[in-house]
């Protein structure tokens, strides 16, 4: 009986302690318990019959599967069959199952492998292949006149009973063939033959009859055919209308006969006449064109019309070439002296100032040529017909829209648009002497001038290149200013920076007046007391009784002060911890009250001591150094302290 219970009591013990290493699970289980298996213990999915072994530190998840011998198997229940007795065994059997690959996978040392397919190899498709194989044509199929034979595709020439392409022997004897013709009266075409008409109509160039030539024979027409007028005329005949008959040849004769050198002319009505007597008034008195009394014994021609529209004598030249002009010509002192209009062509070769499609105005006389008025009236210069400009009869210059001048003046511009009016001097040469200049000069030779200097203009004095310059040589000096009550202003870099007001006073910077808010950084200087107002950002110096004073952007008026110095050679004694030591030196015009500040020598500057200074006495400054150990005594250096005060 004892022996029974100890079996049954060594059973249960077992179990229990066989139940603490091996435990079983779904893996579903213990993939979410993510269990903590201790050092030995086993851990078995009861649906895949996967085991893992554990070590007390490895969670379940991070713990590799295990395929376990038998032998190892085995030592799992080693411990726990030493403690059953001899008469009780446990056997075990563990089944393995081997694995086997067929081609194209191939098994060694545990390592599945396959192998990449090609000619004669089976295996995995490489993505070069994929691609290769992806890039090729799908099978395509051919319709006469295309062949295929094995990879060439081909196509034939085509013939009268085959389809193909098109030779160039053919396509040369295609384009040769005329296309279909058609034909329009008085042409016809029959069976590939081309006729036409006879006789050829008169509407289509023709005679419409058939005419015989003879020698010295005329063509004319009548009313529905040509025609041929037979015959040769004798010497002397002339052709003459038949009216609606045929021409006939006729001798014609004057009604009068001439002498010599007299002109033709019409005596009356259909008649002509000679007359010596017009020739003779054409030499003596001159010309007469028109209707008029005789010309004026200076004149030469005269050309007269007496109705309301223009009257022109016109010289036309109708050739375009390079020499082409028509000129009309005045000349004196036997062709010495000559005076020019000429009328240039288009193709003209330009030759001086004789340039091309333009009227020219010369003369060759050696006194030069006067163009203007010699009466009491304005000389002007029009162009498209418009007035731009004009000598006054007093001889003044009005150019533009001005018509007159004030006072004093000797020339006027005016524009009459919304734009700039620029009187301009320009030089277009950048040497190293070039300039444009206007100089307005008095009768003592003294001179205002206005200088635009060249980017390569040779700087002498404050003539500097690349620099527009105003200087006077007049001996009371230059004057700029305005004569009104108006500001004047300098401006650099499109912004005003110095105002002087119609009052005098003076603004740097910007600020026209106090009580503005345009500028910024200002400083104005005023004439006695500070105008009323804030200033937006700046400071404004003026004068009080005498003293500078300054106004700031608030409007607080101060003193401006003076700044007073001195210094000296100064050293300080030995200085216990926490004590201070002082020491004077003279700083002239110095009063108790005035702000002091102290310049200390490096050599002089301790490691824990500070220096500061105040005006003690009258003209005396006192420097004071502190000892800011509190265990150490300090021993500075001597050296020289500057001392500066200011006067508020």
């Known amino acids: 009986m004892k022996k029974f219970l100890f079996i049954v009591l060594f059973l249960f013990s077992f179990i229990q302690s066989f139940a603490q290493l091996l435990i079983i699970k779904t893996a579903a289980q213990f993939t979410a318990a993510n269990t903590l298996l201790l050092k030995n213990q086993t851990g078995q999915e009861s649906d895949t019959k996967l085991m893992k072994f554990g070590n007390g530190v490895t969670l379940w998840n991070s713990l590799d599967y295990t395929v376990p011998s038998s032998s190892a198997f085995e030592k799992v229940l080693s411990g726990l069959v030493e403690k059953v007795p001899s008469s009780f065994a446990v056997q075990t059997a563990i089944n393995t199952t081997t694995i086997t690959a067929v081609a194209p996978l191939s098994l060694s040392s545990g390592t599945l492998t396959i192998t990449q397919s090609g000619a004669g190899t089976s295996g995995y498709l490489s993505s070069t292949d994929w691609n290769t194989f992806n890039g090729k044509e799908n099978v395509l199929t051919f319709t006469s006149p295309l062949t295929r034979s094995t990879n060439t595709v081909s196509i034939g020439a085509s013939t009268s009973i085959a389809n193909g392409y098109l030779s160039s022997a053919d396509w040369t004897t295609f384009n040769d063939k005329q296309s279909t013709l058609y034909a329009n009266s008085p042409l016809s075409i029959s069976s590939n033959t081309i006729s036409i008409t006879s006789p050829l109509p008169l509407t289509n160039g023709g005679t419409n009859a058939s005419l015989v030539a003879s020698l010295g024979g005329i063509f004319y027409s009548t009313a529905t055919a040509g025609a041929i007028l037979s015959g040769t005329a004798t010497a002397g005949q002339m052709l003459r209308s038949g009216a609606s008959a045929a021409p006939t040849w006729s001798t014609n004769t004057f009604p009068n006969t001439t002498p010599v050198n007299q002109i033709l002319h019409a005596t009356a ?243 026209a007046t106090r009580g503005t808010t345009v500028g910024t950084f200002a400083m104005q200087i005023f004439d006695g007391t500070a105008p009323v107002g804030t200033l937006a950002n700046g400071v404004s110096l003026y004068s009080a009784s005498g003293i500078l004073m300054t106004m700031n952007a608030s409007g607080t008026a101060g003193k401006v002060g003076s700044v007073l110095t001195g210094s000296a050679t100064l050293d300080f004694p030995s200085t216990v911890a926490g004590a201070v030591s002082d020491l004077t030196m003279t700083v002239t015009g110095a009063v108790d009250g005035d702000p002091v500040s102290i310049g200390t020598p490096n050599g002089s500057v301790p490691t824990n001591g500070t220096y500061f200074a105040w005006v003690s006495s009258a003209n005396t400054v006192t420097v004071r150094f502190a000892n800011n150990s509190l265990t150490l005594s300090i021993d500075p250096a001597s050296g020289t302290f500057k001392a500066t005060a200011s006067k508020n």
């Open 269 to 511: 009505a259909n008649v002509i006449g000679g007359s010596t007597t017009l020739l003779y008034d054409i030499i003596n008195s001159g010309l007469i064109v028109g209707t008029t009394a005789l010309p004026a014994t200076t004149d030469v021609a005269v050309f007269y019309k007496n109705q309301n529209d223009p009257t022109t004598l016109k010289i036309v030249n109708n050739t375009s070439g390079t020499g082409g002009r028509a000129i009309l010509q005045v000349t004196a002192d036997n062709a010495a002296t000559n005076l020019f209009f000429a009328a240039l062509s288009a193709g003209f070769t330009t030759s001086g100032m004789f340039e091309a499609s333009t009227g020219t105005f010369a003369t060759s006389a050696t006194a030069g040529l006067n163009v203007g008025t010699n009466v009491n009236t304005q000389f002007s210069f029009w162009t498209n017909n418009t007035k731009r400009a004009s000598f006054l009869n007093t001889g003044e210059l009005v150019i533009g829209t001005a018509t007159s001048v004030l006072s004093g003046e000797l020339l006027s511009v005016q524009k009459s648009s919304n734009a700039s009016c620029l009187l301009r001097v320009y030089n277009a040469t950048s040497g190293t002497a070039a300039s444009a200049a206007v100089v307005a000069t008095n009768a003592a030779s003294k001179s205002v001038v206005l200088y635009s200097l060249s980017a390569l203009y040779t700087t002498s004095g404050m003539l500097v290149q690349d620099a527009g310059v105003v200087f006077s040589n007049n001996v009371a000096g230059l004057n700029v200013g305005t004569n009104s009550n108006a500001q004047l202003s300098i401006w650099t870099n499109n912004t005003k920076k110095v105002e002087i007001s119609a009052v005098g006073n003076m603004s740097l910077g910007g600020v």
